[in-house]
């Protein structure tokens, strides 16, 4: 599955971005999607991850609320809408998968787009 993310940017706060994670390769609509984020000089950060068929969504605490994952199946792409964006949430953005059903855990994803940056002035 190689997956590529687009959508990142300079906005200012209380502004909205939304990310776009395209997929190929595979079936998408077997894999759980999440999103990820890295702060500079910050460890790997769980976002939001969606299951295979979007019945099921999951947020971070520090996100709940202002962001909303969905998916397309018919178009291979997972979103990451962010609304009320805060300073805090600079960092690139990542996409990944694994079969099925979503975790929290980094490690437990298969695949993993490049990243797209989202920078957030205050």
């Known amino acids: 599955v190689q997956l590529q993310a687009s959508g990142g940017g300079l906005v200012q706060a209380g502004g909205s971005l939304r990310l776009s994670c395209a997929t190929s390769g595979r079936t998408f609509s077997r894999y759980a999607m999440g999103w990820f984020r890295r702060a500079p000089w910050k460890e790997r950060e769980f976002v939001s991850h969606?299951?295979?068929?979007?019945?099921?969504?999951y947020y971070a605490a520090s996100v709940k609320g202002r962001f909303t994952i969905s998916r397309d199946n018919a178009k291979n792409t997972v979103y990451l809408q962010m609304n009320s964006l805060k300073p805090e949430d600079t960092a690139v953005y990542y996409c990944?998968?694994?079969?099925?059903?979503?975790?929290?855990?980094?490690?437990?994803?298969?695949?993993w787009g490049q990243g797209t940056q989202v920078t957030v002035s205050s």
């Open positions: 990944a998968a694994r079969v099925l059903v979503g975790t929290v855990n980094h490690y437990d994803y298969d695949y």
């Open positions: 969606i299951n295979w068929n979007g019945g099921s969504t």
